[in-house]
């Protein structure tokens, strides 16, 4: 692509500024085809990888794109020619033979689906290397440049090839719009797809053209060898952001078409930087922004969470041992030390306080001196809390043959997350009224202990 070289230029940052105002304003015809090529390239093998991801068939695209380098080969021996329309149509078979291979293979042999990608992927590009390798010896005219679809090459895009590009986008998202419930189906439950009917091979077929039509285009502007990251990167980085099908898709689309925008301003800015590499940076970086700070799943958020479950399962032991301190005394005492709740409890003294500290601002327990008691809110969250531990005891002990120590262990944690439906469902099933240590069950209308 035009622009200017960045290197031993004391104005560069001021010279990338001026060059990023020439792209935008698109009068260099070949950076605007590189930006709608890439835009065009994003969405739509985004979009369709994501249904590869979301199938556990995430290598298929990278199989795919390495089986379509033999069969660019083959079309330019037969035909001597570089137009965009038969090296299309050469990738395409042999991305097509790749799949039926990778499809056939584990149905018809004892090799496993991850094998017969391996094989297909690596006998298909080596075969590749091999023509691609005889042509460079030859003296047949215009073979230059074949070689720039191992890693693509943006400059070298021509109107052909946005055409191309144009209609494979169309049909992709037109497709996936036509038929999103039946590939929303097949992705999450190819099962239950089968027992209503529906023709989910017919559905695979269209779904593996769609993805082969994706990989054939894009290999002119990021090659072979970087194919998969555009289809697998962007639904991976939306991934951390949504859980709707919908949603991932559109955030799929917008990450491919910020990624591409991004490679193709970097590639016009500094000439040496080509355009497919620095799209599949760019997606990197979206997807560790995403992992690191997205508000859902991302790393910071699930520390955060992670944090913050742990605070409340301290303080709701606590809770807990409070509420057992209460039925030792028979209900007749509401006030404890330190010294009592850690002989129940072990904990440092000074995380202790810290956490009652806590749990008297959240009106949970009421301090005097150095006796701590349970509030009236404290002791509704006490009881329902100790209800939920007894109660998953006895159903372990009854269910799951464990004995009253393993049993206590499991609802320790338990009892915390279970919530009222399995409450109720786990009353239903049982009619027990002590856990297997012989302690009470509370109900949830028990109002003994009430502080006073």
Do not use: C
């Not at 720039?148 to 946005?162: E, M, P, R, V, Y």
């Not at 005492?333 to 956490?355: H, P, Q, V």
Request: glycine content about 6%; aromatic content about 10%.
């Amino acid at each position: 692509m035009n622009g200017f070289e960045p290197y031993n230029d004391p104005g560069f940052l001021a010279q990338a500024w001026q060059q990023l105002g020439v792209f935008w304003s698109f009068d260099d015809m070949n950076a605007t085809w590189v930006l709608v090529g890439s835009l065009l390239l994003g969405m739509s093998a985004s979009v369709i990888g994501a249904f590869a991801f979301l199938r556990k068939r995430s290598l298929l695209g990278d199989a795919l794109a390495h089986a379509a380098l033999p069969g660019v080969m083959m079309a330019f021996l037969l035909s001597g020619s570089r137009d965009a329309e038969i090296i299309f149509a050469g990738a395409l078979v042999s991305s097509l033979l790749g799949f039926w291979l990778i499809d056939w293979l584990p149905k018809n042999t004892k090799i496993k689906p991850d094998a017969a990608l391996a094989i297909t992927l690596s006998f298909f590009f080596a075969l590749g290397l091999m023509l691609l390798s005889y042509i460079q010896n030859t003296s047949l005219p215009d073979k230059s440049g074949l070689d720039k679809l191992l890693f693509g090459q943006a400059a070298a895009i021509t109107s052909n090839d946005i055409d191309l590009l144009l209609y494979v986008t169309t049909l992709v998202l037109v497709t996936v719009v036509v038929f999103f419930q039946k590939f929303r189906l097949i992705a999450f439950n190819r099962v239950y797809a089968e027992t209503l009917g529906v023709p989910v091979r017919f559905y695979e077929v269209v779904l593996a053209i769609l993805i082969v039509l994706s990989v054939v285009v894009g290999l002119q502007l990021v090659g072979v060898v970087l194919m998969a990251a555009i289809l697998l990167t962007p639904i991976a980085a939306a991934r951390f952001w949504s859980h709707q099908l919908s949603h991932l898709l559109t955030l799929a689309a917008l990450f491919g078409a910020l990624s591409a925008s991004l490679g193709a301003q970097i590639s016009y800015v500094a000439p040496a930087m080509p355009t497919g590499p620095w799209i599949v940076v760019s997606l990197s970086l979206l997807f560790f922004i995403s992992f690191i700070f997205a508000p859902r799943q991302g790393l910071i958020k699930r520390y955060l969470d992670d944090r913050a479950l742990k605070q409340r399962v301290i303080q709701e032991n606590i809770l807990r041992t409070l509420y057992k301190l209460l039925e030792r005394s028979h209900f007749q005492r509401n006030g404890f030390s330190l010294a009592e709740i850690t002989e129940l409890r072990s904990m440092s003294g000074t995380e202790l306080r810290n956490r009652l500290a806590e749990m008297v601002r959240r009106g949970w327990v009421k301090q005097n001196r150095q006796q701590y008691a349970l509030s009236e809110k404290g002791l509704l969250k006490a009881v329902k809390l100790t209800r939920r531990h007894r109660l998953w005891e006895s159903y372990l002990s009854q269910h799951a043959d464990m004995t009253s120590d393993q049993v206590h262990q499991q609802a320790e944690r338990i009892e915390h997350i279970l919530n009222r439906e399995q409450e109720e469902q786990i009353v239903a099933e049982l009619m027990e009224h002590f856990d297997p240590h012989g302690a009470p069950i509370p109900g949830l209308s028990d109002n003994q202990g009430h502080p006073s």
